[in-house]
């Protein structure tokens, strides 16, 4: 993931830092094409980010994410729990940096 729930502005700092998580966070992801060949047959229509979580989808995978976010969540009407959090994440650290891995 490219994105961290919790990285509000004032706690997270560190640019290069990555954390793997149980928790899948919900935005700005990606996976390989084997996962979603697994996962695209019983996709649901709406709180697809609830339903990631579930051990069911997890299978206890893991997923690795920044702690400064490089992903930026401009919200929607659709998507991600139809945007109930959509205020919480205007507190989201961003980072803009470049960063040479």
């Keep these: 993931s490219a994105f961290n729930d ?7 700092g560190d640019v290069s830092r990555l954390v793997r998580s149980d928790f899948f966070p919900g935005l700005g992801w990606m996976i390989c094409r084997r996962i979603w060949s697994e996962l695209e047959p019983k996709w649901p229509d709406g709180y697809w980010d609830d339903w990631f979580r579930e051990p069911e989808q997890r299978k206890g995978r893991q997923i690795i994410r920044p702690e400064v976010s490089r992903t930026f969540h401009f919200g929607s009407d659709r998507g991600a729990s139809y945007n109930q959090f959509g205020e919480a994440l205007l507190d989201i650290e961003l980072d803009t940096a470049d960063f040479d891995w």
């Design 6 to 12: 919790n990285g509000k502005k004032g706690i997270v």
